[in-house]
């Protein structure tokens, strides 16, 4: 399998849920600005959206959109989101975070208009507060960490470099998920440090 990731970008939350589900992959990275991996290839002809992340199957099929590749990939740690309403309320979490957070999030580190930005922290923090109140225990399924749970801890990351509150109850959860092994593996990959440290 080939696994299409930018440093600091939503696909470290696949990072984190390849490693937790244990799955070999060659690494590609893309740079983003200029839709080249690092061999000077151009990264459209692999995902002709241009965004990562993306995985190439050893079928060949690729599998992008971080919601679908993280619930496959919590699919692949075990059995326990196959089947019923916990599966659903994963997709329900995944599509939550992909839609409400991820996308409205990103032209925060590119917009320079003060009241833009304003208009989108406005918009983003609640939802944060609101997937706040989703958390059971230590993760949003309990002691189960799910690919929702490996996004959050991505779009968190995003929330402190660019400076947007969330609640409290939300520090507890990144010291949980900072502690899981495939976290460490994922972060040290990428060079960032984990946000207990740089907090
Ligand atoms: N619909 C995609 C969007 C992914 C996305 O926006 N990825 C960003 C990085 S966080 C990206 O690659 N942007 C570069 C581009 O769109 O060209 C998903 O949910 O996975």
């Excluded at 050893?58 to 679908?68: F, H, I, M, P």
């Excluded at 309320?89 to 009241?115: G, M, V, Y």
Aim: hydrophobic share 45%.
């Amino acid at each position: 399998m080939d696994f299409y990731h930018a440093p600091g970008s939503s696909s470290l939350a696949t990072y984190i849920m390849l490693c937790e589900a244990g799955l070999a992959f060659d690494l590609h990275k893309v740079d983003l600005f200029s839709h080249t991996l690092e061999d000077g290839a151009d990264y459209i002809r692999i995902n002709p959206n241009g965004y990562v992340p993306a995985l190439v199957l050893d079928d060949g099929y690729l599998l992008s959109e971080c919601a679908a590749i993280l619930d496959w990939a919590a699919g692949k740690t075990g059995a326990q989101w196959t089947n019923g309403l916990a599966r659903t309320r994963h997709l329900q979490l995944l599509a939550f975070l992909s839609t409400e957070i991820h996308k409205p999030f990103i032209p925060l580190f590119f917009l320079e208009d003060k009241l833009e930005q304003a208009r989108i922290r406005q918009e983003v923090e609640p939802r944060f507060a609101w997937i706040a109140g989703c958390l059971e225990g230590n993760y949003l399924f309990g002691d189960r960490f799910s690919g929702a749970d490996a996004m959050l801890y991505v779009m968190l990351r995003w929330a402190a470099m660019t400076g947007l509150t969330y609640p409290q109850s939300l520090d507890a959860f990144i010291e949980h998920v900072e502690l899981r092994q495939s976290v460490r593996t994922a972060l040290a990959a990428d060079g960032p440090q984990p946000l207990s440290t740089v907090g």
